[in-house]
């Protein structure tokens, strides 16, 4: 392998970060979160090394886990940006490493920039790059990213809406021509139907789900649309443990207010487009990409909302690693797209 490394892409997500490799495809696929040790303040893991060492495991390059009551996360990319620059760069440079298996592989790196970005965010993004001991960056707008990767012509002159339903936050685009005409965030994302799963457990049965296991219930209700989910928590008066058994409907309809964010944001983005390309929308519909685009009944819900079509992606949490990766595979594409 050249010494300068091979061009990849990245796209950070604030649930994961996802590494495609020219020639070879999506060679890392691990959760963007930081462990570090309570008492010392040390990181003692990144990314799935986290995870694990969160649970007691061994932590990351030879460096002892800590048990969970002393170990800490954190989540260090928010809406595609890193919220905290030094635990971004060195997680940006940890996953490099772990695709190139050199300690200075400096790729050259195409990566997602939010839609709506100010010339401050574009720097941190940049410098987080930059300092992660990369050569080059390039910046494709997000929404045109997730539309490559879902397979959408963007560069022709009808319309087309992408909704990514992120941890964080739910980004609604509408792009014609290789461009992106309108564009809204909604705050929340996934995570806010995963604070709704706590509150539902909360009021209906006193007890106190921390985040981890309120997530763990969503997923278990994604993959296990019938019979019920069992979620522990600590009961409110008590203090004790205990676990109860939600039916996974009851886990899916705590997710209505926040589908409800995503239907009032994408009818403010297509007031903002032309008449012509509001027609196309209405005939075209929207894709779903992102992990919350998993949820069962979300596409549904979404499509009696809006009155119009809506599919998910194919691979809808790849979707944006897929789109960046097209761009490493055929760098002019980036070019051809900026023209636009």
Aim: hydrophobic residues 40%.
């Amino acid at each position: 392998m050249s010494l300068l490394g091979r061009d990849l892409a990245i796209d950070l997500g604030a649930a994961g970060t996802r590494i495609y490799a020219k020639g070879r495809g999506i060679v890392l696929d691990e959760p963007s979160v930081v462990l570090r040790d309570r008492r010392t303040g040390k990181v003692v893991g990144f990314g799935a090394d986290a995870v694990t060492g969160a649970d007691g495991a061994d932590g990351v390059d030879g460096v002892d886990g800590v048990d969970g009551a002393d170990g800490e996360t954190y989540w260090p990319i928010s809406d595609g940006l890193p919220q905290d620059g030094e635990l971004a760069r060195r997680m940006i440079r940890h996953f490099l490493r772990k695709v190139h298996r050199h300690p200075f592989p400096r790729p050259r790196l195409v990566m997602a920039v939010p839609d709506e970005f100010t010339p401050i965010e574009r720097v941190a993004l940049r410098d987080a790059g930059f300092e992660a001991e990369a050569r080059g960056i390039l910046l494709v707008k997000h929404a045109i990213a997730a539309a490559l990767g879902a397979g959408l012509p963007v560069r022709d002159g009808s319309g087309h809406m992408v909704v990514d339903i992120g941890r964080d936050a739910t980004r609604v685009a509408v792009l014609s021509c290789g461009a992106v005409v309108a564009a809204g965030t909604v705050r929340g994302g996934g995570n806010a139907v995963t604070r709704a799963v706590a509150r539902l457990v909360e009021d209906e049965h006193g007890l106190l789900a921390d985040e981890r296991e309120a997530e763990a219930a969503k997923l278990r209700a994604t993959r296990e649309p019938t019979g019920n989910v069992l979620i522990r928590g600590r009961d409110a008066g008590t203090g004790e443990e205990r676990a109860v058994a939600l039916p996974a409907a009851r886990v899916r309809e705590a997710a209505v207010q926040p589908v409800e964010h995503i239907v009032r944001a994408a009818e403010h983005t297509m007031e903002r487009c032309p008449p012509e390309l509001t027609a196309d929308l209405g005939e075209r519909g929207m894709v779903l990409v992102g992990g919350g685009a998993l949820l069962p009944g979300l596409r549904r819900r979404l499509q009696e909302g809006l009155s119009m079509p809506v599919r998910r992606a194919e691979r809808p949490t790849d979707s944006v690693a897929l789109g960046l990766g097209r761009c490493v595979e055929d760098l002019g594409l980036i070019a051809k797209l900026r023209r636009r």
